[in-house]
């Protein structure tokens, strides 16, 4: 064995004990008793204490000494990198601190979960103060004197800059909100979906559009959760989605969306499973996948008219007068508070507010105490109505509660890659739409995977997206895709 | 913090840890994509490594060479006791077979399962070969020139020997074969159970009986699972069962078998969470708990009679011609080949074949090649009918596919201890029956709380039957209890 391999060895089992951790997680949003709470955040600060033992083990340290990196593969040169990665972050991390942050977002699920079923942000105040002050101190730890959010953000989007992610808000922005007005002032508006659906023929329909897209559910499974979200690598990668009679498309569209992130980690190169390379290369790059295939796929005018025919077929009735009709239905803007439930116009405005906030939280500009004005302030200013209820407003979203400062912006910048990769796609199928119109997203999926999904973290984002589409990032396609798109539905 | 102090916070998060593994067995086996099994085997090694590593951590010498032993409480003895108890174990089995040990068992479940489902034995043979061979390996590692089978029985039952299992059979098996005949050739066989009952309505009913048998769902869940069993201490205790329309009763004494498991680990003295005597004293002292409440409590006239009316109500028809009738339908013997569905004289004759076979399998005496066949021999030569098929035979139990080899006698042992208890309790409450007749049981889990359960793995468990009970552990109060029971029912 070389010093590689062995370095290697010690890695399986910790990318292992990570799916453990992670499926913990799992867990704890699907099945977890309620009263198991308190154990579940000792169970998950033990995991972490064992994670961040492993990170730094010096062991490592004598491996990378020993390894000449001038004589490694670029596959093993990006192991190194990710291990590396993990290691100087978590070096810079006291693990006292790094077990109290799992602990306190462990205990804080149930917290947050109570405080939205009863709009009541005061309740949560104090688990959100401990965990914004401790994610403060873990910043401070990693950002060596540079900028607080920067440390965060690079934990989930690798080299990317607060900075960066104004720079592409401020080029979004103003063609966002010129988009929204215009349609919403639009005298022609798609109408709204007739009728109620039941909960358990979604789930059905909902479990054959996963598979549509090509989820394996040999290697996954579909549950209901408070939140949809897919959770895993590997071989066993689980989502979550959610129902409402009056709304099927929450319940389709999340499930699409999860569908997206869960293939990206069922088709990572089965060479990498179980290394540091073998998941989705960011969380920009994740969402880059959930939301092509929920948006640029799902939601295309091809792919809603075979939709149309299947909710006919399953739910005894048409959702909307016509299959034209209803690919104006699914891409309505309304007036609403949900970033989970926004169209795409709306969703980055959505974004951008969380991102400006959790910036200033970070920053220590913003107490959590005053976060729920500060939210519905913003709110009005951007949306031109008043938030009604907590739970549409600053406890809408479980991401804070789970510490996931940082997290937020790589959901638009998954858009922006999702539209480069779109433009791409388009480019190299021009018949794609022939294949949607029969409920056949095979082709896109296909070249999904060969383009990126395959890769896992090889590549840094950014580049993998550039080797994706033979082009630099640009947030162009994405924004010339949403004005031709709804300039069309609302015939602007 | 004292030197006591640091081991307790340090084996704090060990089990909590356990708690982890153990639920990844639950989740394997109720929830797991079956395409996850080989990434799940190199999660249970790596946690298995984590685990052997910390009951061997080298800190653990020091702070106990640091502790006056002579200054400590009854409880803090007892809990360097068991943490000394697993670093002994841990110390003489090298990490590399514990490991293999775990990766082996977690990928034969699935193995053992189609093998069952195809009632197919050689397909399960190679599986079963090698976790015989790594678990001889480990019981040499531990047995220090000694008895190979009592080193495993050891892990289960602290202090119990072969030997004195053997003893136990002795003194059991006549008596038991004698009843047993006699029940079989009476001329007085009571009913069949009348109709089916549908699997949806068995689960509710199954939770009213989890409920009333006092199991805290706050604190755990029931799923059904091919092999119903209880996985998880303190505050997260989950439980499976299993259904079959034409057998309400595999379900119903499933369950509370089960629940009686659990609420031993829920009963557990909070004060214990998360430390090493924070579970149950030893499988037989665990088995004592699950069987009272089956089969002393649950098959009893008074509690049958309350049941008998449930059902009637539940589903609509009496399931015997009268509550009296019924009583017997449920403790009617049947020339039956599964363990858990016998009745309570022929249960510990399934036990003592399986005892008999795994000794001489640990001591080299039987090759994985002669199983079933050595199975099907011994199975007819102590019933007098052959066994059938494969499921009904050798594949029926999960336990050796998991490595449990010394498991099996903790059963019978447990039924020797749930008599003793048994005793005990009639003798403190005269008129139990008055209260099972109405369906409830609270004085007797309460008795058994307070006597066993809240002292979780303080004593050693014959002590603990000792403690509760006021005499010396014996056959006889079982024996006793069955002749008067079975007599009555058949009319001997």
Known sequence: MTAFDDLMAFQRDTQALAEVAGRLGWDQET????????????????????????RIDPRIADWLEAIDTALLSPV??????????????ALKVPVTLSMAIARATSAAHRTWAAAKAADDFASFQPALEEIVSLRREEAAALANGGDLYDALLDDYEPGASGQDIQTMFDA?????????????GSDHQPEKVIGTYPAKKQMKLASKLARTFGYDLTHGRIDKALHPFSSGSGLDVRITTRTNPADPFNCFYSTIH???????EQNVDRAYLLTPIGRGASMGAHE???????NQLGRSRAFTGWLFDRMEQRFGYAPASSA??????????EKGYVRTEADEVQYNLHVLLRFDLERRLIAGQLDV?????AWNTRFAADFGYEVDRASHGV?????WAEGLFGYFPTYSLGNVYAGCLHDALRHDCPDLDVQLAQGNVTYATDWLRDKVQQHGALYAPEKLIELATGKPVSVEPLLAYLEAKFGEIYRL
């Open 76 to 89: 093993a040169a990006a192991q190194i990198r990710e291990i590396e990665r993990a290691r100087q972050r």
């Open 31 to 54: 099945v977890m008793p309620d009263g198991a709470a308190p154990q579940r955040a000792e169970e998950m600060a033990a995991m972490e204490n064992i994670l961040h033992a492993r």
């Open 172 to 184: 979004m922005r103003p063609r966002l909100v010129k988009l929204r007005d215009a349609a919403l």
């Open 258 to 264: 999860e569908v997206g992130h869960a293939c990206y």
């Open 369 to 373: 105490a005053d976060l729920e004005e």
């Open 324 to 333: 034209d009709a209803f690919y104006g239905t699914v891409n309505r803007l």
């Open 288 to 294: 880059s996948q959930s939301r092509i295939y929920e």
């Open 395 to 399: 406890l809408q979203d479980v991401h």
